[in-house]
């Protein structure tokens, strides 16, 4: 009897860890730091502004690149970054975007891609999302920070709290 409760219980847990995966690259670098330690108790917060472009969109969801663009904007604002808005204007080229950053005062600009914003078909119509983010210096186009990320959920939940968490994730690396 034990024997079989244990092979229910270990094939339930088979079952629910199955439906929700996620994958994560960045590089080794991290964001830079908003807050800097000034001694044991006190932090300082530094100027890091960043200008913030829609991100691409490789897939057939309507204004995917702008949603995700957005939840990424918001993450970094709570995160205490200060952040300049593009997320309405035409997706410019890279050289473009540095121009744009540059005119607006920032040391970094963020730019990427969505390439998977949907709900897979079948009974439970599980969100899945696959984004990738870069963050560049304004000064000279230099690549300071990268994450490429995917991550699937459960049917109850949603595209834009799957984006926010594996965002989330992404920007904590």
């Not at 092979?7 to 994560?24: D, E, H, P």
């Not at 670098?29 to 530094?46: F, G, I, M």
């Amino acid at each position: 009897m034990k024997f079989t409760k244990g092979l229910v219980s270990l094939a339930l847990i088979s079952a629910f860890a199955g439906c929700s995966t996620s994958s994560l690259v960045t590089t080794q670098k991290s964001l830079p730091n908003v807050y800097e330690d000034v001694n044991s108790t006190t932090q300082e917060k530094k100027d890091v502004k960043i200008t913030i472009f829609r991100l691409n969109n490789y897939t057939d969801t309507p204004r995917a690149g702008m949603r995700a663009a957005n939840i990424l904007e918001g993450i970094l604002l709570t995160k205490g970054y200060d952040v300049k808005s593009r997320l309405k204007d035409k997706i410019p080229s890279i050289k473009k975007a540095r121009k744009i950053a540059k005119d607006d005062g920032s040391k970094y600009f963020m730019y990427g891609g969505v390439s998977e914003w949907r709900y897979k078909t079948g009974i439970d119509g599980e969100p899945a999302v696959s984004l990738q983010v870069s963050l560049y210096k304004t000064k000279n186009a230099k690549l300071v920070w990268s994450a490429t990320g995917s991550d699937s959920d459960w049917g109850n939940a949603s595209i834009g709290t799957t984006a926010q968490d594996l965002l989330d994730e992404m920007l904590a690396n």
